[in-house]
């Protein structure tokens, strides 16, 4: 019954949608001939809010890029401890504070280096009783020193972003 209610619906929003299921040979057909694919909307170019914007330049960058630069943008400050492979983040973002970068708040993010990770954490949970935006960059055996701070952190409904660059957290064998 409510199947059948259910099937109603869908035909109104759209004939057809709940018999979707395709063979694999539809599939591979389409994969390698689009042109064969029964949609009339493929080739037509995207409007509105889904179109790209051709007026930006795009910029091939790597992961730990692309994460400092969403990191320097939406924080008011970072605690640091270079350890690889981490470091690149927290050089992008320090290299950025030395070149004054704003942020979206239109600030330059204060980028603090401590001396062992522990420090960093224990100044990140500090940044934020204060009620900064902060955060850290860390790796994955940083982030296991940090463990006593995070508790405190998670302890207190601190919001916080650690960033953590891992290979792989270390096991016994």
Same mark, same amino acid.
């Given at each position: ?30 994969? =390698?001939?689009? !042109?064969? *694919? ?9 409007? @509105? ?5 051709? +007026? ?58 401590? =001396?062992?990770? !522990?420090? *960093? ?9 204060? @009620? ?5 960059? +860390? ?35």
């Amino acid at each position: 019954m409510a199947a059948d209610k259910a099937k109603t619906e869908l035909d109104k929003l759209d004939p057809g949608l709940h018999n979707a299921a395709i063979s694999m040979d539809q599939i591979d057909d389409v994969i =390698n001939n689009p !042109a064969k *694919a029964n949609r009339k909307d493929v080739n037509k170019p995207l409007k @509105g809010a889904y179109a790209p914007d051709r +007026t930006k330049k795009l910029q091939c960058v790597d992961g730990c890029y692309a994460l400092t630069d969403s990191a320097y943008r939406m924080n008011d400050t970072a605690f640091i401890f270079p350890i690889t492979p981490a470091s690149l983040m927290s050089e992008y973002a320090d290299g950025w504070m030395a070149e004054g970068r704003k942020n979206v708040f239109g600030q330059v993010m204060q980028v603090t280096q401590m =001396n062992s990770e !522990a420090g *960093a954490a224990g100044a990140l949970h500090g940044a934020l009783v204060t @009620g900064s935006l902060c955060t850290t960059f +860390t790796a994955s055996q940083g982030l296991l020193l940090m463990i006593p701070n995070m508790y405190k952190i998670a302890g207190e409904m601190l919001p916080c972003v650690l960033h953590v660059g891992a290979r792989a957290v270390a096991a016994r064998r």
